[in-house]
């Protein structure tokens, strides 16, 4: 692993995550739940890439994500988190996302453990990542992978995917700026996705994916890049179709009434 030293309990104890805005709200209430929580690493489990793989298959993948709730929306729908599931997998999500943050996002972590018992897609889990312990949660509990949100994990960013690859996991690691870009960039993230939506103001930009994408294979990053948030339709879709290899679609097609065709029709050639 990386320096076991940086998620030693002293280490964790003097280690402050803060945000402005909505996000740092939540990332202080994930930081309380999580405050000398214990961890132990567990010996290195070898990395299955599945979710990996299936966002490089080739064309514009589908991560569907399994949301109930929004701070910018409240209740989405009160979706059972496997049927949901499986709809998405129905319609051809090569992904899904699953909330477990329980406070705003209406998320839990049986909701995943169902979830990854009832599909044969990757799952990631999505979260404000804030521990290690959080990290060794998204492996025992199936998943695939895990959100490192480098708005939150700042320079620890390549600490807290090192240790995802150390349990297995894959990363998508989120930016939403250029100094972010820079930050996912140095710590050698594989899958970075592009977030749309300011999670301080929780405003969207549909802009914003394709030019940092852009940037990104600029700079000569050749890895996986993911656009996220705010996609409603096919049109949405043409500025990032040829430039992304995957989109992170939740609140539109949560919000649907039925989730397969919903997804089936975001996923038709516009
Ligand atoms: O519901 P939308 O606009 O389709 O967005 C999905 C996903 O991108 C969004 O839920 C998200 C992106 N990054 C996050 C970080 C934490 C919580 C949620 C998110």
Redesign the pocket.
């Known amino acids: 692993m990386s320096s076991a030293s940086f998620f030693s309990p002293a280490a964790l104890a003097s280690r402050r995550y803060t945000a402005p805005g909505v ?1 740092g709200r ?1 990332v202080a209430e994930r930081a309380q739940d999580y405050a000398g929580a214990a961890f132990v690493p567990t010996a290195a489990r070898p990395r299955a890439r599945r979710f990996h793989a299936a966002l490089a298959a080739g064309g514009l993948q589908l991560i569907a ?1 399994v ?1 109930r709730a ?1 701070p ?2 409240g209740a ?1 729908a009160a979706l059972d988190p496997v049927q949901a599931a499986l709809s998405y997998q129905r319609g051809g999500a090569a992904c899904l ?1 699953v ?1 477990t ?1 329980p406070r ?2 209406d998320g839990s972590p049986q909701a995943l453990i169902d979830v990854v018992a009832a599909v044969q897609v990757p799952v990631l889990r ?3 990542v804030v521990h290690p312990a959080m990290l060794q949660e998204a492996a025992d509990w199936g998943a695939s992978a895990a ?1 490192l ?1 480098v708005s939150v994990l700042g320079e620890d960013t390549g600490e807290y995917l090192q240790l995802a690859h150390h349990l297995g996991l894959d990363a998508l690691v ?1 930016v939403h700026d250029e100094a972010e870009l820079d930050l996912a960039l140095a710590a050698g993230a594989e899958i970075i ?1 592009v ?3 300011d ?1 301080r103001t929780l405003e ?1 930009d549909l802009g914003n994916s394709p030019r940092m994408i852009a940037h990104a294979r600029a700079r000569g990053y050749e890895g996986l890049l993911v656009a ?5 339709t096919p049109q949405d879709l043409q500025s990032v179709r040829s430039a992304a290899d995957a989109v ?7 919000g649907s009434g039925d989730l397969e065709a919903a997804a089936r029709a975001l996923l038709a050639p516009a």
């Open positions: 996000l939540i994500e949301k929004s910018s929306q989405i996302s909330l943050e705003h996002f999505k979260d404000f959100l949100m989120e996705g977030n749309n939506r999670l969207i996220e948030s705010g996609y409603r992170l679609v939740g609140s539109s097609l949560a």
